[in-house]
């Protein structure tokens, strides 16, 4: 008989870690905020400028900075306390959310506050989001790391839907305003639940020079077959991350729907995801973990296929949430197996790493998508881009053998282990 418990979501380090409580209330409601931004940004800018051009400018500045940030936060977060860096940088965020309401309320507010604010949540963010994924570790036994990972990707998986709702509604009843100061608020309390947990200082704090800091992460990373095989099993899944720059032309030429529905394509992947980190409870006892890297890769990839195979909304909707579904469960076994074979003194510099192909990544896939949108004619688009993402998972996967056939050693009842 199946035991149905397997697969049901883990949330032990909830019961049993006080400090990892506060940290996923923290990145919950952190989360909330991030979704509110999404839509009141982007929104304002175009109300402001009529001009998709600097909507577009203010979103690569924040990718920018973010990608810049994730570097400054792995050096900082093997030097410094990560419970300081993670709350002097939230707080600072909060500091331009709330810029941003006050701008908001003038007369005529101005575009280049907007740019200031994305340039500096950008860096702090990526400062902040890669000290967490150094600090999670420290708060849970190892053998809870894909649990602890799966609860982070839910909190993500759920802002993503409910986030921008919810900052759509916040703006239509009040105005852009009301939007930043619920973002500001959401994140001071971030910051109070950042401040509740115990010093968190690296175990052996780094000396080098911050750029040799920074190299030496990467060459840590890179050099270490497992941890450098799942890094580069990360770009590609997050290159698969443009399929939103095909969505509005696909919605409305191809599927012929309006934007009640473009807003559930857009929510889609973010159900499936939300279904993956729901079921994972297997992941805790998972042995081939390579293997399983690269079949979610592929659930991914087919999914976007199979969304733009058709012409049918029913179909898209499941489809994409079938690659939303692989996603969610390669970033949560890729996530455990970085964590548990990086040492503590370079974990925020590994996770500076992880942190900056994620960015990149994601960066890439926009490009390329817009590459084959302009190649292709638009039914064709979505198909295209889902089957260039088969091909670079298959190629991936003969590429790297060692990954591939990886499995986690199991403990025995004397604390050995064996593969």
Partial sequence: MIDVRRFVLDVSPLRTSRDFRYLFIARVVSILGLGILAVTVPLQTFRLTGSTTHVALVATILGLATFLGTFAGGVLADRFDRRVVIALARGTVGVMFTLLAVNAMLPEPQLWVIYLCAAVDGFCGGVSATALMA????????????????????????????????????????????????????????????????????????????????????????????????LVAGFVTMILAGWAVLIPEYATTVLGVGSTAVGLLYAAPAVGAALGSLSSGWTSSLRRVGLAIFIAMFVSAAGLVGAGAGSVLTLALICLAAHGFGDAVADIVRYATVQKHTPDEMRGRVAGVWSAQVTAGASVGSMIAGVVAFLVPVDYALLIYGLTGLVATTILTLALPTLRRFSEPVATPDGHSYS
């Fill in 135 to 230: 600090v999670t570790p420290t708060l849970v036994p190892r053998d809870k790391l894909p649990a602890a990972g799966a609860l982070m990707a839910l909190t993500a998986d759920v802002g993503s839907m409910v986030g921008p709702a919810l900052g759509g509604i916040v703006i239509a009843a009040g105005n852009f305003a009301t939007a930043y100061g619920c973002a500001a608020i959401t994140t001071f309390v971030t910051t109070f639940c950042i401040t509740r947990l115990p010093a968190l200082p690296p175990t052996h704090a780094a000396t080098d020079s911050p750029l040799r800091s920074i190299a030496s992460g990467i060459r840590y990373a890179f050099g270490n077959t497992i941890i450098g095989g799942v």
